[in-house]
């Protein structure tokens, strides 16, 4: 007999993933002091500001870039001090700094944000043109790092900074409160928090110690935020809060939408605007942009569909001029479908660039790191990476990491760390609803969690969303009614179905009637 979990043993669970948290309040946040290179980085942008030089700053075109960018140049504009601002396009500059954006500017210090640990020849021309190049990013450090003016990196391995795990946007704040200190002036960094803690989410870093914190407190002054881009989103989408989920299911991919479609300049210009209803026309152009990345990722996933092959351990698609800003999507999109990773091309004048999607226990990043003799480049992490080869190499590389595959485990594939344990009908109501959202926010190191409930009779079925590609159900056991979404569902189940789920739970406030509402990850039996 399964032993069922109590609403007591979930808000045990739940609570000892923070027991071992050293920063549980804003005030217990490290010190700017503990960067390397932070002083010297300041102490220079300082004498800049001072001696009137030309600054550029120079982002990336995803959310933790461009919220980057607007924290430090939110700063200068509140100090008045004269700068240029290049995020660079996807499509025409690339990712980060490089050679072509340097020849664009005529400056005395370049600052970085959320990108620089890799611009090692970028890094060479400024120094022979004089000009002082400071790198502030979070990704990891190569062999080989930039001949900088300054790098401030909390993965750099003489960095004392006690919490490597942090965004970008992050570490241009922290450059913002040692500046602060450095020019002596009064600046309230905590007004900040509301941009931070979509970057943080984003950027999916783990949402424990100072970056649990910092979301908190973040989501709670997106609510009160007089910032005109929050306030056009709630207009817009008929919000009057905003939550953990709106922040990783909504406000994120509007933001990234414009540097996957378009320009990052436009999401930046949105985040920036003084006035709601210049922020209200951003916006809509935006969501436009969003909904066309969702018709381009729509054909694009059926596209990879035939490359999908039930007896092999992942998927690895491409195609001629398949959008690079949608790839990283449509990984993702197969590896929940097919419960297996995913690595989608898009080529391009003999390359190919392409994004990488995991699941379970699977570590992607080391399994293409096995190919690195024919790759051009990769990065990423366990669950993600980003890889670009030669066309030519693209046939030997989907055989060899096929080969690789093998030896993946079935357990491996299925694991899911989310998942609490078996759950009664009977304990799925307000309670525990709001024992679950007092432990939010859910992300990294934090999942939000998951839940199975057997043999469950299914009472109503009906197929909603603008292609019928969502499943509703009415799900009853004995006097306890549950409603249930199954998103881009892969099994159907129908009236008079007994069946077994795996689900999350999330609020549904219908009409000021707030009821937990079951969504479905997976119907794993259908009786």
């Given at each position: 007999?399964?032993?069922?979990?109590?609403?007591?043993?979930?808000?045990?669970?739940?609570?000892?993933?923070?027991?071992?948290?050293?920063?549980?309040?804003?005030?217990?946040?490290?010190k700017?002091s503990?960067?390397?290179?932070?002083?010297?980085?300041?102490?220079?942008?300082?004498?800049?500001?001072?001696?009137?030089e030309r600054?550029?700053?120079?982002?990336?075109?995803?959310?933790?870039?461009?919220?980057?960018?607007?924290?430090?140049?939110?700063f200068?504009d509140?100090?008045?001090?004269?700068?240029?601002?290049?995020?660079?396009?996807?499509?025409?500059?690339?990712?980060?700094?490089?050679?072509?954006?340097?020849?664009?500017?005529?400056?005395?210090v370049?600052?970085?944000?959320?990108?620089?640990?890799?611009?090692?020849e970028?890094?060479?021309?400024?120094?022979?043109?004089?000009?002082?190049?400071?790198?502030?990013?979070?990704?990891?450090?190569?062999?080989?790092?930039?001949?900088?003016?300054?790098?401030?990196?909390?993965?750099?391995?003489?960095?004392?900074?006690?919490?490597?795990?942090?965004?970008?946007?992050?570490?241009?704040?922290?450059?913002?409160?040692?500046?602060?200190?450095?020019?002596?002036?009064e600046?309230?960094?905590?007004?900040?928090?509301?941009?931070?803690?979509?970057?943080?989410?984003?950027?999916?870093?783990?949402?424990?110690?100072?970056?649990?914190?910092?979301?908190k407190?973040?989501?709670l002054?997106?609510?009160?935020?007089?910032?005109?881009?929050?306030?056009?989103?709630?207009?817009?989408?008929?919000?009057?809060?905003?939550?953990?989920?709106?922040?990783?299911?909504?406000?994120?991919?509007?933001?990234?939408?414009?540097?996957?479609?378009?320009?990052?300049?436009?999401?930046?210009?949105?985040?920036?605007?003084?006035?709601?209803?210049?922020?209200?026309?951003?916006?809509?152009?935006?969501?436009?942009?969003?909904?066309?990345?969702?018709?381009?990722?729509?054909?694009?996933?059926?596209?990879?569909?035939?490359?999908?092959?039930?007896?092999?351990?992942?998927?690895?698609?491409?195609?001629?001029?398949?959008?690079?800003?949608?790839?990283?999507?449509?990984?993702?999109?197969?590896?929940?479908?097919?419960?297996?990773?995913?690595?989608?091309?898009?080529?391009?004048?003999?390359?190919?660039?392409g994004?990488?999607?995991?699941?379970?226990?699977?570590?992607?990043?080391?399994?293409?790191?096995?190919?690195?003799?024919?790759?051009?480049?990769?990065?990423?992490?366990?669950?993600?990476?980003?890889?670009?080869?030669?066309?030519?190499?693209?046939?030997?590389?989907?055989?060899?990491?096929?080969?690789?595959?093998?030896?993946?485990?079935?357990?491996?594939?299925?694991?899911?760390?989310?998942?609490?344990?078996?759950?009664a009908?009977?304990?799925?109501?307000?309670?525990?609803?709001?024992i679950?959202?007092?432990?939010?926010?859910?992300?990294?190191?934090?999942?939000k969690?998951?839940?199975?409930?057997?043999?469950?009779?299914?009472?109503?079925?009906?197929?909603?969303?603008?292609?019928?590609?969502?499943?509703?159900?009415?799900?009853?056991?004995?006097?306890?009614?549950?409603?249930?979404?199954?998103?881009?569902?892969?099994?159907?189940?129908?009236?008079?179905?007994?069946?077994?789920?795996?689900?999350?739970?999330a609020?549904?406030?219908?009409r000021?009637?707030?009821?937990?509402?079951?969504?479905?990850?997976?119907?794993?039996?259908?009786?």
């Amino acid at each position: 007999m399964v032993e069922l979990l109590s609403k007591e043993d979930i808000r045990r669970i739940l609570a000892s993933r923070f027991e071992n948290d050293c920063c549980t309040r804003l005030g217990e946040i490290p010190k700017p002091s503990s960067f390397k290179d932070i002083g010297r980085a300041s102490k220079r942008i300082a004498r800049a500001i001072q001696t009137k030089e030309r600054i550029a700053i120079v982002g990336d075109y995803d959310v933790d870039g461009v919220i980057s960018s607007v924290i430090l140049s939110q700063f200068f504009d509140d100090l008045k001090v004269d700068y240029s601002l290049i995020i660079p396009n996807r499509f025409t500059d690339g990712y980060g700094l490089n050679p072509e954006i340097v020849a664009k500017l005529d400056v005395h210090v370049i600052i970085t944000v959320d990108n620089g640990i890799s611009a090692v020849e970028a890094a060479d021309i400024c120094k022979a043109q004089g000009i002082d190049l400071i790198i502030t990013d979070h990704h990891n450090v190569p062999a080989i790092i930039p001949d900088a003016y300054a790098i401030v990196n909390p993965k750099q391995d003489d960095c004392e900074f006690p919490n490597c795990e942090i965004c970008g946007a992050q570490v241009a704040w922290y450059l913002v409160a040692s500046l602060k200190e450095e020019l002596g002036v009064e600046y309230d960094l905590s007004s900040f928090l509301d941009l931070l803690c979509i970057a943080i989410m984003a950027d999916m870093m783990e949402l424990v110690g100072m970056n649990r914190v910092m979301v908190k407190k973040g989501i709670l002054d997106l609510n009160k935020s007089h910032r005109p881009a929050f306030e056009a989103i709630k207009v817009f989408f008929g919000k009057t809060t905003l939550e953990g989920d709106d922040i990783s299911f909504l406000i994120a991919p509007l933001i990234n939408s414009s540097g996957r479609m378009e320009d990052a300049i436009l999401s930046y210009e949105f985040l920036k605007a003084t006035h709601v209803d210049v922020a209200l026309k951003k916006l809509e152009y935006i969501v436009s942009l969003n909904e066309a990345r969702k018709d381009e990722e729509r054909i694009l996933f059926e596209s990879t569909l035939a490359h999908v092959k039930e007896d092999e351990n992942i998927i690895v698609a491409w195609g001629e001029d398949w959008h690079e800003g949608i790839v990283g999507i449509v990984a993702s999109r197969l590896s929940k479908r097919f419960k297996k990773p995913a690595i989608v091309f898009s080529i391009k004048e003999g390359k190919a660039k392409g994004s990488a999607r995991s699941v379970g226990d699977v570590n992607i990043l080391a399994l293409i790191k096995e190919q690195e003799a024919i790759l051009l480049g990769f990065g990423g992490h366990k669950g993600a990476a980003g890889v670009s080869i030669d066309v030519e190499n693209l046939e030997l590389f989907k055989s060899n990491i096929k080969q690789a595959a093998i030896k993946i485990t079935r357990k491996e594939l299925e694991a899911d760390s989310d998942i609490l344990g078996e759950i009664a009908a009977d304990q799925i109501d307000f309670e525990l609803l709001e024992i679950l959202e007092n432990q939010e926010p859910y992300g990294q190191k934090n999942p939000k969690p998951s839940f199975l409930l057997r043999n469950i009779a299914v009472k109503v079925d009906k197929l909603i969303g603008k292609e019928g590609q969502h499943l509703k159900l009415v799900l009853q056991e004995g006097s306890n009614a549950l409603e249930a979404l199954f998103f881009n569902y892969d099994l159907r189940a129908k009236q008079g179905d007994r069946i077994d789920i795996l689900f999350t739970i999330a609020r549904n406030d219908y009409r000021g009637l707030v009821t937990p509402q079951l969504l479905i990850k997976q119907i794993l039996k259908r009786y």
